[in-house]
């Protein structure tokens, strides 16, 4: 029997094999939190050709896969959240794990510093106190928290405190891994998970008063990279 032949490749997965600038791996490896169990999760960001925004139809923003566990955004909504301080596309630019890199990927990290702000404070706070409701909704419903999520949070909170301590974001957990990775297995009480996660918010909104970290992000510098770009991509 004759096989089925391949559907073809979506647009959208096109732009990302073909366009990407950079792409690196988060979650738990970028971490250093990672166990024999744990996915690759892979992050990127592509540069739709200039001449596809001149159409009706627009490129997309951001594409899942193709490979499972791959998400990329393209370039403009890339920059764009990260001038908010999104809190995962700012650990995105910053993980130590970086595989696909061209010579506008290269511009792209050497811009890290333009996009850190004091708004990470809040971005990194809202973010946070969405999961710790979502936690705090399992300890109601049954008994206990969903651990690696716990986990997750608390590590995301130490980040916050020292990206608002130091001015640089730190993405790799160094020596708390291993305190980390007991809250994963629940060696940890939640009472006393729930008291690490309230210091650790106090401990960044006390940062924040005095952070080295500038108001405002550099939003001009990174425009004129994106400009940059696109007038190279119509040439």
């Known amino acids: 029997m004759a096989e089925s032949p391949e559907a073809p490749e979506s647009a959208g997965h096109a732009l990302v094999r073909e366009h990407t600038i950079y792409d690196c791996v988060m979650g738990s490896r970028a ?18 050709p200039t ?4 159409r009706f139809d627009k490129p997309p923003t951001h594409v899942d896969g193709p490979e499972a566990e791959r998400f990329s955004w393209e370039l403009e909504r890339f920059c764009e959240l990260a001038l908010r301080a999104n809190p995962n596309v700012l650990e995105c630019l910053h993980s130590p794990l970086v595989g696909r890199l061209d010579d506008t990927g290269r511009e792209l990290l050497a811009l890290r510093p333009a ?8 971005s990194f706070s809202g973010y946070a106190l969405g999961q710790l409701r979502k936690l705090e909704a399992d300890v109601r419903t049954h008994g206990a ?3 690696k999520h716990a986990m997750h949070l608390l590590r995301l909170l130490m980040s916050a405190r020292d990206l608002l301590r130091t001015g640089t ?3 790799d957990v160094g020596d708390q891994r291993e305190p980390l990775l007991a809250v994963r297995r629940g060696e940890l009480a939640w009472p006393a998970v729930e008291s690490w996660m309230t210091r650790l918010r106090d401990e960044a909104d006390a940062a924040a008063v005095r952070t080295p970290l500038p108001p405002e992000p550099d939003r001009a510098r990174v425009e004129d990279f994106l400009v940059r770009v ?3 991509s119509a040439a």
């Open 115 to 122: 996009f850190l702000s004091r708004r990470a404070h809040q």
């Open 31 to 48: 971490f250093g939190l990672a166990t024999e169990d744990s996915d690759t999760d892979r992050r990127g960001v592509f540069v739709a």
């Open 230 to 232: 696109r007038r190279a």
């Open 145 to 147: 928290p969903r651990w």
């Open 51 to 54: 001449p596809l925004f001149w």
């Open 169 to 171: 974001l730190t993405v």
